[in-house]
């Protein structure tokens, strides 16, 4: 079992800046896939960023504005948001994916944290 732990949001002003963190229970090496979605109300999960093998791949939506990076000494990802919009307001979830020895993919999801941007 993988916990992952978000922290980070809140209320930001149009323009401003959040840091999202994700404590993973588990040493990053064990990790195939680490990503953030987020989910706004009335609207399906979306898939923000995500990182795996040194690469990451962010929507197009936000990119310019977002970055994804981890500190693998300290189990944590990150997610660093910037030039924020009112439309990224929404609950960010954590997202870890591991394809164990025997082939399963495993999937695992934060308790997700709010991000809401006023105008």
């Known amino acids: 079992q993988v916990q992952l732990v978000e922290s980070g949001g809140g209320l930001v002003q149009a323009g401003g800046s959040l840091r999202l963190s994700c404590l993973v229970s588990?040493?990053?090496?064990?990790?195939?896939?680490m990503g953030w979605y987020r989910q706004a109300p009335g609207k399906q999960r979306e898939l923000v960023a995500r990182?795996?093998?040194?690469?990451?791949n962010i929507a197009d939506f936000v990119k310019g504005r977002f970055t994804i990076s981890t500190d693998n000494g300290k189990n944590t990802v990150y997610l660093e948001m910037n030039s924020l919009k009112p439309e990224d307001t929404a609950v960010y979830y954590c997202?870890?994916?591991?394809?164990?020895?025997?082939?399963?993919?495993?999937?695992?999801w934060g308790q997700g944290t709010q991000v809401t941007v006023s105008s």
């Open positions: 997202n870890a994916q591991r394809i164990t020895s025997l082939g399963a993919k495993e999937n695992y």
């Open positions: 588990q040493s990053l090496f064990t990790i195939n896939v």
């Open positions: 990182i795996f093998g040194g690469s990451t």
